[in-house]
Nanobody, 121 residues
Framework: QVQLVESGGGLVQAGDSLRLSCAAS????????MGWFRQAPGKERESVGA???????AYADSVKGRFTISRDNAKNTVFLQMNNLKPEDTAIYYC???????????????WGQGTQVTVSS
């Protein structure tokens, strides 16, 4: 239905910033809630945050004040701006799409392949 491709990950030092991108194709993101998730080795996949097509935003407590989700509907792309990165942010980051609103893993049927973010001390 919709294909999602993440990019922008890499190896950074603690305190650095990264901006991840999620490019969608096949469908317009203007009708979707777009979520960001992450999964560290040995950990469960967890929600980072989400943005509704109507403009609503939600973030996990661990990233509030540091991460910002935005979307550019004209470019069919969603972004995750990550500032003041910490070693505990190290994970594979995924974008996902759902026609509803939520941050629960089970609510998202469409997923990207993930991009690795590694934060060293």
């Amino acid at each position: 239905q919709v294909q999602l491709v993440e990019s922008g990950g890499g190896l950074v030092q603690a305190g650095d910033s990264l901006r991840l991108s999620c490019a969608a194709s096949g469908r317009t993101i203007s009708s979707y809630t777009m979520g960001w998730f992450r999964q560290a080795p040995g950990k469960e996949r967890e929600s980072v945050g989400a943005t509704r097509w109507s403009g609503g935003l939600a973030y996990a407590d661990s990233v509030k004040g540091r991460f910002t989700i935005s979307r550019d509907n004209a470019k069919n792309t969603v972004f995750l701006q990550m500032n003041n990165l910490k070693p505990e942010d190290t994970a594979i980051y995924y974008c996902a799409a759902t026609a509803t609103w939520g941050t629960r893993l089970s609510e998202y049927p469409f997923w990207g392949q993930g991009t690795q973010v590694t934060v060293s001390s």
